[in-house]
């Protein structure tokens, strides 16, 4: 840029952002934000929180008569344990989602795109906040299930804990995606019957995937959710962690790794 006494070198805008590197104090101020912007939505903390035990209360009623065969698990048990791998995943899908496209609406993401903060690292930033948040469900989740309800494994209730919070982590990464390629906060919801709900009907909830057509395994073989309930059926199960469950770990957090990177390489500005 030059001007009446001389020159002064302006570094182009771009060229700045490329060498930028997160530091751990925008890394942490990024995170902070999420959170009590998330913390000030009652209705969300609600939906993360609450929800979730109530209606793990709720099935604990409805099974409390029911029969149960001999050497069998109790219905509730069963049915505690497909709660505990799907609430994660659809309300954290939902929460995410709703609240990334909110910041796009706001303004408050196009503002952040114009810092040094690198794609990779604000969703980082989000995928930590959120993560933090889907491990206060779980951990309350657990709670209520386990020391009040009741509910019993064979395998870890810590083992539980951490396949939950996992299935949490891997709802935030599909929430962020998919908030990619919405424009409005309808809009985000509706990707919900098209990303999520497939993989509840094909995961082995309502019908074991083995008993399934050929191709409807196949396409059940590359969903995340039949990895998330296989492998808590897994725990609930056997007393030891087995290969089949540590397997499945493994997917699902390649699966939520994978949302997050191609979450980050579709953020974009809105507004030229």
Not at 1 to 25: C, D, E, F, I, K
Not at 34 to 49: C, E, G, T
Not at 228 to 247: K, M, S, W
Request: net charge positive; glycine share 6%; charged share 10%.
């Amino acid at each position: 840029m030059y001007g009446a006494g001389g020159s002064v070198p302006v570094r182009h805008q771009a060229q700045h952002r490329g060498r930028s590197r997160l530091s751990p104090q925008a890394y942490l101020a990024t995170t902070a934000r999420i959170l009590r912007q998330l913390a000030a939505d009652h209705r969300s903390v609600a939906m993360i929180l609450v929800v979730p035990s109530l209606i793990i209360t709720l099935i604990y009623f409805m099974f409390s008569e029911a029969p149960t065969r001999p050497g069998a698990p109790s219905p509730f048990n069963t049915a505690c344990l497909i709660l505990l791998g799907v609430f994660p995943l659809v309300v954290m899908f939902l929460i995410t989602s709703i609240t990334m496209q909110r910041e796009r609406v706001s303004g408050t993401l196009e503002r952040i795109l114009t810092t040094p903060l690198r794609r990779i690292d604000l969703l980082a930033a989000y995928g930590t906040a959120f993560s933090i948040a889907a491990a206060a469900q779980a951990t309350l989740a657990c709670i209520v299930a386990f020391w009040f309800l009741g509910f019993d494994t064979a395998g870890s209730p810590a083992l539980v804990f951490i396949i939950a919070i996992i299935n949490a982590v891997l709802g935030v990464g599909l929430g962020l995606l998919c908030s990619a390629f919405a424009r409005t906060e309808f809009q985000a919801v509706q990707f919900m019957p098209v990303v999520i709900v497939p993989q509840l009907l094909l995961c082995g909830i309502l019908v074991p995937r083995d008993v399934m057509p050929e191709w409807l395994q196949w396409i059940s073989n590359v969903l995340p959710a039949s990895y998330a309930l296989e492998a808590l059926q897994q725990v609930g199960a056997y007393p030891d962690l087995t290969f089949i469950a540590v397997r499945d770990i493994i997917v699902v957090i390649g699966f939520a790794v994978l949302a997050l990177c191609l979450a980050a390489a579709t953020l974009r500005r809105r507004t030229p």
